[in-house]
Structures are given as structure tokens and as C-alpha cells.
């Protein structure tokens, strides 16, 4: 009768968005008179910060002060096409879509800017809301100005368009879906280590600390990166030890009907949590930006099925891993019946694959 | 039946045994409170009936009368937000909202009764909220923020002591 410590650690790999299918996702942008940018784009933000990410974008891209952006996803009337927010996609792939839009944008407000200062575009630069001239900070004028010339001096709206499509993959067995090329997204990777705290009198595993590394390509937002990592940490955490929608799958019977028979975490089953936010740029989302959304809730029931093995040496193969479920396991190895380990898979990190996509597009670092 | 909501008297026209949730949304288009699981489970409806933490849905609307009824609403507006919303925003300790409104008003009355800014207290006075987005450490990190401030920046967001960004060369 003891409580009995274990540490698990599992890894996953990840791609983002619907690779091999199109994925389209696009966005336009106009420029008011005073310099305003107003972005149009089909994602809807479910809390996970689309639309603070993407105006991101669009406010280093062109060169304006982030608080300048308005982000306008209020109706598919006046929004161009996005696929959805869904497979981690919201900020590779449709944040390609606003960022080629806001490159057009800049591109034609140099235009005008060089016009009204007499000058070739490329030897403009906008930054902070102000073009200047390369190499002299003096020299130039705001965005403002600028916008205010297109309109009233040149009688030009200043508009831009992006679109994000990735190939359709080529089946070679329709039968499988087997494809005949790699994933179009660069693969994400991430490790979790769980240390859990296992009393074999009651069976209650409690998870004690979640430490977990993953790969972003870049942070755009480290705040909002994090709230996925730990978002997804503790909807892990309740995959694994609390919850089960249809315990007698198929069957609806005994389904849990609130929070008395339906566990989500609370705020008492928190462990403590560590973060390692790893920026391994890729080549083409934008600004070396992954997907990290789904991700995020995959390895934890799995580092904590391990640890659990470390603490009683029981294999718990079905989830939740309920108090339940570690006493009969506990009964079966005492009977000399021991659940086998189920075979994993060896996630193996791909340096090429971590940083290259097969998908055609758009090379941010250009 | 008259009730007095953030500061203002409306005149209920709902039965008495309504849920003060159900007044409070459907006759004065208070939606800041949420419908959540509307049996007491899951925290979404909390507002502060004389300044202590209540579920709404579970409250008659008859007895609120001669109460103060509080919502987020009354503890702050968009361009002046309390310090407790600024420390949420502060510490990004939302995402899809739906929870935010009850737990900045427990909040509230956690910090104004004087709570402590150890993380196991603050759990323990959140307990009866459900959180499905953040995992609630950031909610733990701007309550115990707001015990010890009441001024935060509100251009930039906190990144948790516990989490390092470590740079590789990538596609760089």
C-alpha cells in the first residue's frame, strides 16, 4: 500500500494543414486614406489567436505599427475563401495567404511613395509606418501621407491579394490513398515527459509534471504559442487520466450528461509544467512558422501510460488510464497475467523534413 | 420585481422562480453571462450578488431583489478595463472566451477578499470553473498577478517563468 512515482516520456511527429489536397486559404487587404490596413480573411478565430497572428503578419510585412491592422473575418460575404481553422493550419497556411497579400500591399505604396518623392522604389523602405529612403533614416515620408497621395493624388486604391493553394497529390492506390509524395507541410516534432504519482490502494494516477519540447519553426507570438502548449497539455493530461465521452462505445447508454459524470480537468488537477519552445524555422510558412495546434494534445496520454508502467509496472493499454483500469491491472499482474505493451511507433526526426516543403509557394526569407 | 444590475434598476417581467441567468440574458441582453452547462457545473454564469461569487443559473431572480448584482460589465469598460481583466490580458489567460466572463468576476472577488497570490489558493478558489482552451496556468498566473498589482502592460503579453525558447538554424 503505497503511493508509487513514475516518469514516461513519449514523441510525435506532425504535419500541418490538409497536405495533398488543395488547402486553399486567401485573404485581401486595402489601405485607407490615413495609412489604416484593413485585412479581409475567411479564418475564424476560435480562441487560438488567428486573427492576433495574422495581423502580426500583415504589420511587420508591410511595415506599419501592429495597432494600425484591422482584421476583418466577420462574414463569408465580404471574406475571400479560407479552408477553416482546423489541422493546425491557421497560421501556416492561411497566414501564407496574408502575407503575400501584404507583400502586394507594400509594394504598391513604395510605387506611389517613389513617385511622390521622386525616387526609384528600390531605394525605399518602409518601417514603423514611415517610408525612407535606404541609408538615410531623414529622408521620406509616413504611410499616411502615402495612402493620403494614392487616394486624392493618384485616384488608386491601394489593394492586395494572396492566395495559399498546395498541390493535389498524385494517388497510387486509391484503395489505401497512398500518395506518391511527401507531406506539403514541414513536420513538426515534440517529446513529453509526464512524471505521475500512482496510489495502488485507490488506482488514482496523478499527473505531477508535464515537461514538453516542441517544434514551432518560429514563434510568431510566444505568448499564444505557450497557450497552445498548455492548453493542450491539460487536454492531454484529461485524455489520459479523466476523460471518456462513451465509455461503452458504441452505445450512448451511460453517457456522461455534465460535469458530475463528464471529468475535464479542473483547475486542482493542474501539474506543474514546463516549456521548451524550440524555433527551427522552415523554409516556406511564414516567417519559418509551423502549425502548433493539434499537436499539442498527442503525447501526453502516452508519456503517461509509460509513466504509469514505471511506477507499478503495468502496461495500461486503453484510455483514460481510470482508477478503475489501474487496479485490474493491477489484480491481472498479481495473477500472473500481465497486459502486454502495445508496439509504438519510433518517431525519428527528419532534418529535411523539419525545415523543407514539397508544396510550391512562397519563401519568406526571400 | 425590480433588480438593480451594474449600478442600474430593471424591472423584471419574468417569473419569480426565473433563473437570475436567464433574466439577466434573455430580458436585458447581459451576454457576458454564459449558459454554460446551466446546473451549476461548470462556473460560466457566475456573476457577484453583493459582491460574493454566485452561479446564476442557479439563482431565482427573486432573490436578488434588493441585492447588488454585479457582471463584467460593471467591473470595467474596453478603453478601462479593472486590474484583474488587465492581467488577463496581460498574461493572455483566455483564448475562446466562453469561461473568461465568470472567472474574471470569482476573480475579482478572490482578489477584493483579500486572497493570497499562492498558485494552490488560486486553484482552489477557481475550482468551480471549467476551462476547455488554456490548461489554466495563465488564469492561476493573472490572478496571483492581480493580488500584487493593479497596473499591467497592456502592448505586450507574459511568456511563463517555465518556458525557455531555444533557436535552431532551420531554413534560415
Not at chain 1, 503575400?100 to 509606418?129: F, H, N, W, Y
Not at chain 2, 443559473?57 to 481583466?85: F, K, M, N, R
Not at chain 2, 500584487?148 to 497592456?154: A, I, N, P, R
Request: net charge negative.
Amino acid at each position: 500500500m503505497a503511493v508509487h512515482r513514475g516518469r514516461g516520456i513519449a514523441a510525435i511527429e506532425y504535419p500541418t494543414g490538409m497536405n495533398q489536397n488543395g488547402d486553399p486559404s486567401q485573404a485581401w487587404i486595402k489601405v485607407k486614406p490615413d495609412g489604416r490596413i484593413d485585412v479581409f480573411s475567411g479564418t475564424a478565430d476560435i480562441g487560438n489567436g488567428a486573427k492576433t497572428i495574422q495581423s502580426q503578419i500583415v504589420a511587420d510585412t508591410i511595415g506599419v505599427p501592429y495597432e494600425w491592422v484591422t482584421f476583418d473575418n466577420s462574414n463569408t460575404d465580404s471574406s475571400p475563401v479560407c479552408t477553416g481553422t482546423f489541422a493546425s493550419r491557421a497560421t501556416f497556411v492561411a497566414g501564407k495567404a496574408v502575407l503575400k497579400a501584404a507583400r502586394e500591399v507594400q509594394r504598391k505604396l513604395l510605387d506611389v511613395a517613389a513617385q511622390e518623392m521622386e525616387i526609384s522604389p528600390e531605394d525605399l523602405e518602409i518601417e514603423d509606418g514611415r517610408v525612407s529612403v535606404k541609408g538615410l533614416p531623414d529622408e521620406g515620408m509616413d504611410v499616411g501621407e502615402v495612402a493620403g497621395a494614392a487616394v486624392y493624388g493618384h485616384g488608386i486604391l491601394v489593394t492586395g491579394t494572396g492566395a495559399q493553394l498546395n498541390p493535389y497529390a498524385a494517388f497510387t492506390d486509391p484503395g489505401t490513398g497512398e500518395v506518391d509524395s511527401p507531406p506539403h507541410a514541414a513536420i513538426s516534432y515534440a517529446g513529453c515527459v509526464a512524471e505521475v504519482e500512482v496510489d495502488d490502494v485507490t488506482g488514482e494516477v496523478r499527473v505531477t509534471k508535464l515537461t514538453q519540447s516542441y517544434d514551432v519553426g518560429r514563434a510568431i507570438n510566444p505568448s499564444l504559442v505557450e497557450g497552445q502548449i498548455q492548453g493542450g497539455a491539460i487536454m492531454g493530461l484529461g485524455l489520459g487520466v479523466l476523460e471518456t465521452s462513451y465509455p461503452y462505445y458504441p452505445s450512448v447508454e451511460h453517457r456522461g450528461s455534465g460535469f458530475g459524470s463528464y471529468y475535464a480537468p479542473s483547475p486542482l488537477d493542474m501539474p506543474d509544467l514546463e516549456t521548451i519552445i524550440i524555433e527551427n524555422p522552415s523554409e516556406d510558412g511564414p516567417y519559418g512558422a509551423k502549425g502548433i495546434g493539434e499537436m499539442a494534445n498527442n503525447s501526453q496520454p502516452a508519456a503517461i501510460a509509460t509513466a504509469v508502467y514505471d511506477a507499478i509496472g503495468v502496461w495500461i493499454t486503453e484510455l483514460p488510464i481510470t482508477p478503475e483500469a489501474v487496479l485490474k491491472a493491477l489484480d491481472k499482474k498479481a495473477a500472473g497475467e500481465d497486459q502486454p505493451r502495445r508496439d509504438g511507433k519510433m518517431v525519428i526526426f527528419d532534418e529535411d523534413l523539419s525545415v523543407n516543403t514539397v508544396g510550391a509557394g512562397l519563401q519568406w526569407t526571400a | 420585481m425590480r433588480i438593480e444590475v451594474n449600478g442600474a434598476g430593471h424591472n423584471v417581467t419574468s417569473p419569480p422562480l426565473a433563473s437570475l441567468l436567464t433574466v439577466l440574458r434573455e430580458e436585458m441582453d447581459v451576454t457576458s453571462v454564459k449558459a454554460g452547462c446551466e446546473s451549476g457545473g461548470c462556473g460560466a454564469c457566475t456573476v457577484l450578488i453583493d459582491g460574493q461569487p454566485r452561479r446564476s443559473c442557479l439563482t431565482p431572480v427573486v432573490t436578488a431583489v434588493g441585492s447588488e448584482v454585479t457582471t463584467v460589465e460593471g467591473l470595467g469598460t474596453p478603453d478601462s478595463p479593472s486590474a484583474i481583466q488587465q492581467s488577463f490580458i496581460h498574461h493572455y489567460a483566455m483564448q475562446c472566451g466562453f469561461c473568461t466572463p465568470g472567472l474574471v468576476v470569482a476573480a475579482t472577488a478572490y482578489v477584493n477578499g483579500g486572497g493570497s497570490d499562492d498558485l494552490d489558493s488560486v486553484a482552489e478558489a477557481i475550482s468551480g470553473h471549467v476551462c476547455r482552451c488554456t490548461g489554466y496556468n495563465k488564469i492561476l498566473e493573472a490572478v496571483a498577478a492581480a493580488v500584487k498589482s493593479s497596473e499591467f502592460d497592456l502592448s505586450s503579453t507574459a511568456v511563463d517563468k517555465n518556458t525557455v525558447v531555444i533557436k535552431t538554424g532551420g531554413a534560415v
